[in-house]
């Protein structure tokens, strides 16, 4: 198998499949930051270009963490699929896939753009884009449930789901931390059950790219069919962990967050999937937090001081949740001060 992040072998192999002439002479460049996959860009002189994944056994994170690297062609019918259920200007356009080598390729997000975890951890929130982030995954989870009868079998299969997200968030952290397994394994149970429409599984800013102010998704290698909560407490506990690490700006944050949150539910009210959808989202969202400190995936951005203080500030939320997803935002973000 080829390694693409020997640019010589990648570019021999795209050769050899007919994907480039031999006398093309793309630039290739590395793409770091990503745990789960090699990825390089592939650009050309006119500023076009495609994005080159191939999955990794092991993960690039401390702990050990492995994942069979065919989810790769999970994430390439994800792909396909995600280009009708939210339109070909939300996701990058489907290039080739090849098994022997655990390869996806996509047409690459036209310069300029920005990546939405870095503008957030570095500029000013905006509240418009908390608003279609919010409005991008209801549209996914709603237009899927149309399509539910073929989604359900064809992303019947929740492995990937089970050892990148249940395994290294939940149950890493319930053996952790033993006050919070009761609760977390009651979520995982919960979640298992909650068969309703298709799920992202890895909504999370850092998976979006603003182009022309444009909100773009990308990396879909854990979607499957399950519960669409679990979208919404992944993407939510990043914006309120993001309110705890920029403490100047936390009131913004939480005002985003609920931005968020609110979008997100105008476009979703009265569905038959959505019943029950606010108590299972506020788990989940407490369930990510804690996990995003105690899990194997833990948020670089976060100090160990901030990281035991968002331990203590979800464990004392799970003994009893909040009603509303507004009242977890607004507790959460008054609790995290009696620690600082």
């Known amino acids: 198998m080829i390694d693409i992040e020997n640019h010589a072998q990648l570019l021999d192999f795209l050769v050899q499949s007919g994907l480039l002439g031999e006398r093309s002479q793309p630039l290739c460049t590395t793409l770091h930051g990503g745990v789960s996959n090699r990825t390089v860009k592939i650009s050309w002189a006119d500023g076009s270009g495609w994005v080159a ?5 092991k993960l690039r994170v401390q702990a050990d963490w ?8 999970i994430e390439a019918a994800g792909l396909r699929w995600l280009a009708r259920l939210i339109g070909t200007t939300a996701v990058p356009s489907f290039v080739f896939e090849s ?16 990546n939405y975890k870095e503008l957030l951890l570095t500029g000013l929130p905006a509240p418009h884009h908390a608003a279609e982030f919010g409005t991008l995954l209801a549209r996914l989870h709603d237009n899927a449930f149309a399509y539910r009868e073929e989604l359900s079998l064809e992303f019947a299969d929740t492995t990937f789901f089970e050892n990148l997200r249940i395994d290294p968030y939940y149950i890493y952290a319930g053996h952790h931390l033993p006050a919070a397994a009761p609760f977390l394994f009651r979520l995982i149970d919960g979640t298992r059950k909650r068969r309703l429409t298709l799920v992202h599984g890895d909504y999370s800013p850092k998976n979006i790219l603003i182009h022309r102010d444009r909100l773009i998704l990308l990396d879909h290698e854990v979607i499957h069919f399950g519960d669409p909560a679990f979208d919404v ?4 506990a990043h ?3 993001k309110a705890h690490a920029r403490v100047s700006l936390r009131h913004q944050f939480a005002a985003l967050a609920d931005t968020y949150w609110q979008s997100y539910c105008h476009q979703v009210a009265g569905r038959p999937w ?3 959808l606010e108590r299972w989202s506020i788990n989940h969202t407490l369930g990510c937090l804690l996990a995003r400190v105690a899990g194997k995936s833990i948020l670089e951005y976060l100090s160990s001081s901030q990281k035991a203080a968002q331990r203590m500030a979800v464990q004392q939320l799970i003994d009893k949740p909040p009603a509303t997803m507004t009242a977890l935002i607004q507790q959460f973000t008054s609790r995290l001060s009696d620690y600082e």
């Not at 994944?53 to 056994?57: D, M, R, S, T, V």
């Not at 407490?233 to 939510?236: E, N, V, Y």
Request: negative net charge; charged residues 25%; without cysteine.
């Open 239 to 241: 914006f309120l962990s």
């Open 233 to 236: 407490g992944f993407s939510m």
């Open 53 to 57: 994944k191939q999955a990794l056994e």
């Open 274 to 276: 959505a019943v029950d």
């Open 66 to 73: 492995f994942s069979d690297p065919k989810r790769i062609h």
């Open 99 to 114: 098994h022997e080598q655990r390869l996806l390729i996509m047409s690459a997000v036209p310069e300029p753009h920005q």
